[in-house]
């Protein structure tokens, strides 16, 4: 008789609710439909995206003691930058962080009194064309305050193709998509699995399992990997989707694919631990989605998932900062488009990881077999 194998156990439990995850509705909408649908209406809305934060970056000859330099600054919307390290300069505005490097400079000719530049690259297809436009407002409303009658205040030198260098383009998709990742791999962790365990204790299912000879932990890590699996079966389906359907970037290819992967892991396993705390603590099955959406609804709607968090406010920035998600989608964001690697997103992951460390050990306190 072959001695009882708490792994072939585990794995057994692990097949057969792997297939009943794949035969619930639920399941398969917030697993798939969700981020599809999401994912296909901001594509088709193209790039304009209704972002309104426009990052600048200002040379360092500029001059900044006139009237425009102060009309952008005070401007809602635009976040004005000085650089002492121009590598980071050329990496931030090569990764299409910034929406471009402005100068102002004196006319040498007099009249109009300055001229004002921009350059910028293909990265920041989705900032420099609306930032332009605000530019030459804020310019024309100058003009009109100083010169009502007269020339304008400033002569805006600005060329396509001349002044927009030639390097990866930035599209829309490639922000929505590590949002609609992020979104589906919280909503699958924290509502499916605090559906799943306060189902299988209320159904005496976990009880059962205590007649067996398998023990608790390889209990929870059966029920855990049916959940992991479907969930980075659902990554991989989003992201290649998104690759041979929206020209989402992946800057290395197979290389970047992997590490996405292992961030999408990283971050389920934390939202898991967060679905196991709503299971433990919550009284019926009518109090799950509240809890659950106490969990969710604020990562959902200020980490990044849409907008960027730069749109709102400082008070609200700091809390986005504080939450899981944003740190996910941030990391997500820097490999796929930036081509950064695991190690420089550490400390994205070092903050998810104290949130699993956290979130577990609450679960562990307030989780219940029976």
Same mark, same amino acid.
């Given at each position: 008789?072959?001695?009882?194998?708490?792994?072939?156990?585990?794995?057994?439990i692990?097949?057969?609710?792997?297939?009943?995850?794949?035969?619930?509705?639920?399941?398969?909408?917030f697993?798939?439909a969700?981020?599809?649908?999401?994912?296909?209406?901001?594509?088709?809305?193209?790039?304009?995206?209704?972002?309104?934060?426009?990052?600048?970056?200002?040379?360092?000859?500029?001059?900044?003691?006139?009237?425009?330099?102060?009309?952008?600054?005070?401007?809602?919307?635009?976040?004005?930058?000085?650089?002492?390290?121009?590598?980071?300069?050329?990496?931030?505005?090569?990764?299409?962080?910034?929406?471009?490097?402005?100068?102002?400079?004196?006319?040498?000719?007099?009249?109009?009194? $300055?001229?004002?530049?921009?350059?910028?690259? /293909?990265?920041?297809?989705?900032?420099?064309?609306? &930032? #332009?436009? !605000? *530019?030459?407002?804020?310019?024309?409303?100058?003009?009109?305050?100083?010169?009502?009658?007269?020339?304008?205040?400033?002569?805006?030198?600005?060329?396509?193709?001349?002044?927009?260098?030639?390097?990866?383009?930035?599209?829309?998709?490639?922000?929505?998509?590590?949002?609609?990742?992020?979104?589906?791999?919280?909503?699958?962790?924290?509502?499916?699995?605090?559906?799943?365990?306060?189902?299988?204790?209320?159904?005496?299912?976990?009880?059962?399992?205590?007649?067996?000879?398998?023990?608790r932990?390889?209990?929870?890590?059966?029920?855990?990997?049916?959940?992991?699996?479907?969930?980075?079966?659902?990554?991989?389906?989003?992201?290649?989707a998104?690759?041979?359907?929206?020209? $989402?970037?992946?800057?290395?290819?197979?290389e /970047?694919?992997?590490?996405?992967?292992?961030?999408? &892991? #990283?971050? !389920? *396993?934390?939202?898991?631990?967060?679905?196991?705390?709503?299971?433990?603590?919550?009284?019926?099955?009518?109090?799950?989605?509240?809890?659950?959406?106490?969990?969710?609804?604020?990562?959902?709607?200020?980490?990044?998932?849409?907008?960027?968090?730069?749109?709102?406010?400082?008070?609200?920035?700091?809390?986005?900062?504080?939450?899981?998600?944003?740190?996910?989608?941030?990391?997500?964001?820097?490999?796929?488009?930036?081509?950064?690697?695991?190690?420089d997103?550490?400390?994205?992951?070092?903050?998810?990881?104290?949130?699993?460390?956290?979130?577990?050990?609450?679960?562990?306190?307030?989780?219940?077999?029976?």
């Amino acid at each position: 008789m072959k001695p009882y194998s708490q792994v072939r156990a585990m794995l057994a439990i692990t097949k057969a609710s792997l297939h009943a995850i794949f035969r619930s509705p639920s399941a398969v909408v917030f697993g798939f439909a969700f981020p599809f649908i999401f994912i296909l209406v901001f594509a088709f809305m193209g790039n304009s995206g209704g972002f309104t934060t426009y990052k600048i970056a200002v040379d360092n000859k500029a001059d900044t003691s006139n009237e425009i330099y102060m009309a952008l600054k005070n401007t809602r919307g635009v976040s004005i930058k000085k650089y002492d390290d121009q590598n980071a300069l050329k990496k931030d505005l090569e990764n299409g962080n910034l929406a471009g490097i402005i100068n102002i400079q004196k006319n040498p000719k007099g009249n109009p009194p $300055y001229i004002f530049t921009i350059k910028s690259t /293909t990265a920041s297809n989705d900032k420099w064309p609306q &930032f #332009i436009t !605000l *530019v030459q407002s804020v310019i024309n409303k100058i003009s009109n305050k100083i010169y009502p009658n007269r020339p304008v205040y400033a002569d805006f030198d600005f060329n396509f193709p001349r002044d927009i260098t030639v390097i990866r383009k930035y599209k829309s998709i490639d922000f929505i998509l590590p949002g609609q990742l992020g979104f589906s791999l919280l909503a699958s962790g924290v509502f499916g699995v605090a559906f799943m365990f306060f189902s299988l204790r209320t159904t005496l299912v976990l009880k059962r399992f205590f007649a067996t000879p398998i023990s608790r932990t390889f209990i929870i890590l059966g029920e855990m990997l049916s959940r992991v699996l479907f969930q980075m079966l659902t990554a991989i389906v989003i992201i290649l989707a998104g690759y041979f359907f929206f020209d $989402y970037t992946l800057i290395y290819g197979i290389e /970047t694919f992997i590490e996405l992967l292992v961030l999408s &892991f #990283i971050g !389920l *396993v934390v939202f898991m631990g967060m679905g196991f705390v709503v299971s433990g603590i919550a009284k019926n099955d009518n109090t799950i989605p509240p809890l659950a959406n106490i969990v969710t609804l604020p990562q959902f709607l200020i980490c990044g998932t849409f907008f960027p968090i730069d749109v709102f406010p400082k008070w609200l920035q700091w809390l986005a900062q504080a939450l899981p998600l944003t740190h996910l989608n941030n990391a997500l964001r820097d490999v796929a488009f930036n081509g950064n690697n695991l190690w420089d997103e550490r400390w994205e992951i070092a903050i998810l990881l104290l949130w699993g460390i956290v979130v577990y050990a609450i679960a562990v306190k307030v989780f219940k077999w029976e």
